[in-house]
């Protein structure tokens, strides 16, 4: 087998090979848009990334078995992380994924680079595989959730109703404090509180496909879940159809208690007006507590985020 940086002579089979994996993962579910890759704009933007990023194709004589691409990002610290998205790499083998990432190292392409992040199908058992024997580990997962009819929910002490803009300061109050949450042991990711931007873009009421609401305890507002339409991570998942919950938060005193299944309850029954076929949501591994929560209440992985640090 042959490796080399990944160049147009290339980008064409290698698009067709990543849209062709695609095309296996959507049999396996339908909440993937099977439209969402053509292998000419994918040709086009992998050359692109190699041109300013990280690249390698695996070949036989010019016939391509495997390829990653990868840009250079500012992320959790390192100014040169390197993010290969699931699109953007395929191989035949966990065995030829090995050789790809060994053969970038010993390139020099990732001097200077101290973070990679590497997008997977949940699907792709072979990658996963590969990346975990390489000691990377989940970071993100992207889940999709297909029943959305409201589960039980007989111990919950809060009332729930739509957002208004007055709500905004609470929820912004609440959101500051799901940040100070990702910052601090166990979770401890890189954010950097001082810079909490006040005036978040994701909340704004009202705005078209898009739906907060709040829980309420004696007229105190508690908690919140937000959700949007096509803002999905994954570009394989985003729908402009799908709602997609982007915040969600509790005070810590009311945890445990209801309310935040209470809340998840009433984005159901928004979506369920609005005839969204799934809700999706994506969440930090790292969060113990968010994870703990959204896979307790049957959100389907899909997409996975995976890291390694290298030193």
């Known amino acids: 087998m042959q490796f080399e940086k990944l160049t147009e002579r290339f980008s064409e089979q290698a698009a067709d090979l990543a849209v062709r994996q695609f095309a296996s993962v959507c049999e396996q579910d339908p909440a993937y848009r099977p439209d969402a890759f053509s292998v000419p ?13 990280v690249s390698v194709v695996a070949h ?35 065995r030829s994924m090995t050789d790809m990432y ?4 010993r390139d020099g392409q990732f001097d200077g680079s101290s973070l990679h992040a590497i997008g997977t199908y949940a699907s792709d058992s072979a990658t996963r595989s590969a990346l975990t024997n390489l000691e990377f580990g989940n970071h993100q997962i992207e889940g999709v959730f297909t029943d959305t009819s409201p589960a039980a929910n007989p111990d919950a002490e809060a009332s729930v109703r739509a957002a208004t803009p007055d709500d905004l300061p609470d929820i912004i109050s609440l959101d500051r404090q799901l940040w100070q949450h990702l910052a601090t042991p166990p979770t401890q990711l890189d954010l950097d509180l001082a810079n909490y931007p006040d005036n978040n873009p994701k909340y704004q009421i009202p705005r078209d496909g898009s739906y907060i609401c709040v829980a309420e305890i004696s007229g105190r507002v ?10 999905q991570e994954s570009e394989a998942l985003r729908d402009h159809e799908v709602p997609h919950i982007n915040g969600a938060f509790v005070a810590p005193e009311h945890r445990n208690s209801g309310v935040a299944q209470a809340l998840l309850n009433d984005i159901f029954r928004w979506s ?28 389907k992985p899909l997409a996975y985020g995976m890291t390694r640090r290298t030193r």
């Open 41 to 53: 704009d994918l040709s086009r933007v992998l050359v692109e990334i190699a041109d300013s990023g």
């Open 60 to 94: 036989e004589k010019g016939q391509v078995a495997g390829f990653i691409a990868g840009r250079f990002i500012n992320w959790y610290g390192d100014n040169r992380a390197i993010y290969s998205p699931e699109w953007a790499h395929a191989a035949g083998s966990s």
């Open 102 to 105: 060994a053969w970038l190292g």
């Open 222 to 231: 508690v908690g919140f879940m937000s959700c949007r339409t096509g803002t």
């Open 272 to 299: 369920t007006e609005m005839n969204a076929p799934r809700v999706t949501v994506d969440f930090e591994s790292a969060n113990i507590e968010a994870a703990g929560f959204w896979l307790s209440r049957k959100f």
